[in-house]
Nanobody, 124 residues
Framework: QVQLVESGGGTVQPGDSLRLSCAAA????????FAWFHQPPGKDRIFVAGLTWSTEMTSYADSVKGRFTISRDNARNTVNLQLNNLNPKDTGAYYC?????????????????WGQGTQVTVSS
């Protein structure tokens, strides 16, 4: 069982940065892979970035490579997503998710645990 709580969303202008954080609680976080999904208004959730807790292997969607960075903080038990050079297409809810195993699957149905989401709005 893993509990996830996201924070760090907000309203920013194009070109700005944000840092999202996902606080994870559970007995064996090292057995899980974590991911961030983006859900634009009126659309399905899409994979943004993922990370395996134990090996810190990472995976990114092509649309965010070079702009977003996923990382984990072992001391704080958080999975963080640094969002740089934001544009209006990045607007939407961002969800943290976890799945047991050492792969980083790209589809929401492959994840068992979800946070409540945090809203990011990019607007001039």
């Amino acid at each position: 069982q893993v509990q996830l709580v996201e924070s760090g969303g907000g309203t920013v202008q194009p070109g700005d940065s944000l840092r999202l954080s996902c606080a994870a609680a559970g007995r064996t976080l090292s057995s899980y892979a974590f991911a961030w999904f983006h859900q634009p208004p009126g659309k399905d959730r899409i994979f943004v970035a993922g990370l395996t807790w134990s090996t810190e292997m990472t995976s990114y969607a092509d649309s965010v490579k070079g702009r977003f960075t996923i990382s984990r903080d072992n001391a704080r038990n958080t999975v963080n997503l640094q969002l740089n050079n934001l544009n209006p297409k990045d607007t939407g809810a961002y969800y943290c998710a976890a799945t047991f195993g050492r792969n980083i699957p790209p589809f929401p149905r492959q994840y068992d645990y979800w946070g409540q989401g945090t809203q990011v709005t990019v607007s001039s």
